[in-house]
C-alpha cells in the first residue's frame, strides 16, 4: 500500500526549478544547433550536346586549378563536373551540374600528360584523361606486351623500357 507523503514547499520549489532548467536548456540547445537550410540544387536533366555546352563553359569559368574536367552521365541524363574545392563545387550545383569532388586538378592531369609525351614515347603505347577515373590511363597495345614479356600491369611499370635522351 503507497503512503501518501506531504512535500515541502522548498523541495518542490526546487523540483520545479530543476524542471524548469532542464527544459530551457533543451530548447536552448536546439535553437543554439538550428542552421539556415541548405539550399537544395536540383541537377538538370541535359541532353547530351547541352551538357557538352555547359560543361565547357564552367571547366572555363572555374580554371584548370579548381576544376578536373567534366563527363555526361547518360543514365542520369546530367552533367558532372570534377572539381577540387568546395566553392568550386557549389558554382557547379547552382548551374545544375553535379559536383563531384576529386583529387587531382585539370592542370595535374594535363602536366602528367606533358611528361608522359616528353618522357615515355614508346612505340605501341597511348594515354587519355579519364575523367570518370580523375587520372592519366596508359595503355599498351599487344605486340608492346609480347617484348617485355607480357610483364606490364600493377607492380612492373618499372620494366618499361624508357628510351634514353
Do not use: F
Request: aromatic share 2%.
Amino acid at each position: 500500500m503507497l503512503k501518501h507523503r506531504r512535500i515541502s514547499r522548498g523541495r518542490m520549489a526546487v523540483t520545479c526549478g530543476a524542471a524548469l532548467a532542464v527544459i530551457t536548456a533543451t530548447v536552448t540547445l536546439q535553437s543554439a544547433h538550428a542552421q539556415e537550410p541548405t539550399r537544395q540544387h536540383t541537377v538538370k536533366s541535359l541532353s547530351a550536346p547541352a551538357a557538352g555546352t555547359l560543361g565547357k563553359a564552367l571547366t572555363t569559368e572555374l580554371g584548370p586549378a579548381a576544376a578536373a574536367g567534366s563527363y555526361y552521365d547518360a543514365g542520369a541524363r546530367a552533367l558532372v563536373v570534377n572539381v577540387v574545392e568546395k566553392k568550386a563545387a557549389h558554382s557547379v550545383r547552382e548551374a545544375g551540374g553535379r559536383a563531384r569532388v576529386v583529387a587531382n586538378s585539370l592542370t595535374e592531369l594535363e602536366s602528367a600528360q606533358r611528361t608522359l609525351a616528353r618522357r615515355a614515347g614508346i612505340p605501341g603505347t597511348s594515354w587519355a584523361m579519364d575523367p570518370v577515373a580523375n587520372k592519366v590511363v596508359v595503355t599498351a597495345d599487344r605486340m608492346l606486351m609480347v617484348r617485355v614479356g607480357g610483364r606490364l600491369g600493377p607492380g612492373h611499370h618499372d620494366r618499361l623500357p624508357l628510351p634514353r635522351r
